[in-house]
């Protein structure tokens, strides 16, 4: 294929250009900055951490403000509605699915790619190069922001997510976003909110949808 024939194509990235790409706000004006202006719409997002240390907190402001859908696939402990109410969220607009495997990353491409949710989260067991690319090109399809919640060793591996964010020690640091320098690491004090809205739902996830 001719450089002419590729500079044409809409799903090549060119790095170092100027053209904004959509976004959302984190509602964290540190991480905003630092991530060119906020989460990429039609992107997904590799979140890489331990369960339970600041997921939620990182990710809540953008998720009360969402007027869409949001879809939770496989997440870790069942959702709770009152705690949901709490934070801001409204829980009549969000899908809990359950799935474990392979199902579990079918169920987050077509939530991506269905063009009704504004936002898909997803717990996958594992995912490999393939799998993410599907689940980039579905994100682009539908117009959603996905965040995929990993182990820290995923960071090791490489990945198409237009975004990929390292919760630990305190911090999030920046691996890979597009269009501005990476700033790390950004404290969480500093990127995320003191106040921790929702507790952890107790309850574990044992049947499949």
């Known amino acids: 294929m001719s450089l002419e024939a590729l500079l044409e194509r809409g799903d090549l990235w060119r ?51 969402a007027v869409g859908w949001q879809a939770w696939v496989a997440p870790p402990h069942v959702p709770h509605a009152p705690a949901l109410v709490a934070a801001g969220l409204d829980p009549a607009r969000l899908l809990h699915i359950r799935a474990e495997g392979d199902e579990a990353l079918w169920a987050v491409e ?35 922001t996905g965040f995929l919640f990993r182990p820290p060793r995923a960071l090791e591996q490489p990945s198409p997510a237009a975004v990929r964010l390292a919760l630990r020690a305190g911090a999030v640091a920046i691996h890979k976003c597009r269009g501005n320098r990476p700033e790390q690491p950004i404290p969480l004090g ?6 921790r809205a929702a507790p952890e739902p107790p309850r574990r996830i044992h049947a499949v949808a």
């Open 190 to 195: 500093e990127a995320l909110d003191e106040t």
């Open 15 to 65: 790095g170092g250009g100027h053209a904004e790409a959509p976004v959302r706000a984190t509602g964290h004006p540190r991480l905003d900055h630092a991530l060119g202006g906020g989460w990429p719409i039609g992107g997904l997002v590799e979140i890489a951490g331990t369960p339970g240390h600041g997921e939620f907190t990182l990710l809540r402001p953008m998720l009360a403000a």
């Open 110 to 144: 077509q939530a991506l790619r269905s063009g009704v949710c504004e936002a898909v989260l997803g717990w996958p067991a594992t995912a490999d190069d393939r799998a993410l690319r599907r689940l980039q090109l579905a994100a682009e399809t539908g117009g959603a």
